[in-house]
């Protein structure tokens, strides 16, 4: 018996992802210009040396960028759009790509599609935002719902970088990630 719980005590501690920060985060839409764009850019912003992140999407168009109306909605919240690129997600389902601890889908249909093998088996949870750039109207009207569905994520992403990350495994890391979907 003593065997057997030092044996699981050992499988539970390698699955501990927290040993040292940061913990990479990378949120998933499906073509990497808004609500994964403002995800990204606010967890580097707000995560300080807790946590890295990156986004991706999983069927960008032909040279796709970010939004305009997602990289003004940052700007105008003083947070740096430096860096910011839409891409394929399979840049971070190769050998070399950095190890992502937790997998967030951001979109529907990100979230219904067959992801690529990550490596290293990272925590996974949805995190489903309404799109803003389905909005029509006035560049404000439109722009209004960028800087909207930014501070939904934003009140999201205060909540996770609150979370006490040490000794956490896998298992609980997914379990907290996907709890915090929850209204």
Same mark, same amino acid.
């Given at each position: 018996?003593?065997?057997?719980?030092?044996?699981?005590?050992?499988?539970?501690?390698?699955?501990?992802?927290?040993?040292?920060?940061? $913990?990479?985060?990378?949120?998933?839409? +499906?073509?990497?210009?808004a609500?994964?764009? $403002?995800?990204?850019?606010?967890?580097?912003?707000?995560?300080g040396?807790?946590?890295?992140?990156?986004?991706?999407?999983?069927?960008?168009?032909?040279?796709?960028?970010?939004?305009?109306?997602?990289?003004?909605?940052?700007?105008?919240?003083?947070?740096?759009?430096?860096?910011?690129?839409?891409?394929?997600?399979?840049?971070?389902? +190769?050998?070399?790509?950095?190890?992502?601890?937790?997998?967030?889908?951001?979109?529907?249909?990100?979230?219904?599609?067959?992801?690529?093998?990550?490596?290293?088996?990272?925590?996974?949870?949805?995190?489903?935002?309404?799109?803003?750039?389905?909005v029509?109207? +006035?560049?404000?009207?439109?722009?209004?719902?960028?800087?909207?569905?930014?501070?939904?994520?934003?009140?999201?992403?205060?909540?996770?970088?609150?979370?006490? $990350?040490?000794?956490?495994?896998t $298992?609980?890391?997914?379990?907290?990630?996907?709890?915090?979907?929850k209204?």
């Amino acid at each position: 018996m003593v065997a057997a719980s030092r044996s699981y005590k050992n499988r539970y501690d390698e699955n501990l992802i927290m040993p040292n920060p940061p $913990l990479n985060i990378l949120f998933l839409c +499906t073509h990497n210009s808004a609500r994964s764009i $403002l995800s990204e850019a606010l967890l580097n912003a707000m995560g300080g040396e807790k946590f890295r992140a990156f986004s991706a999407g999983s069927s960008p168009r032909e040279n796709q960028q970010p939004n305009p109306f997602a990289l003004k909605a940052l700007q105008s919240a003083g947070i740096s759009i430096d860096g910011l690129s839409s891409k394929s997600w399979d840049v971070f389902a +190769t050998p070399d790509a950095p190890k992502m601890d937790l997998v967030i889908t951001v979109c529907d249909n990100a979230a219904g599609e067959v992801c690529p093998f990550w490596p290293g088996h990272p925590a996974t949870a949805h995190w489903g935002y309404a799109d803003p750039s389905e909005v029509t109207g +006035t560049d404000e009207e439109r722009l209004a719902a960028f800087r909207q569905t930014m501070l939904t994520i934003e009140q999201r992403l205060r909540l996770l970088v609150s979370l006490p $990350l040490a000794g956490i495994n896998t $298992l609980m890391l997914q379990n907290e990630a996907r709890n915090l979907s929850k209204p």
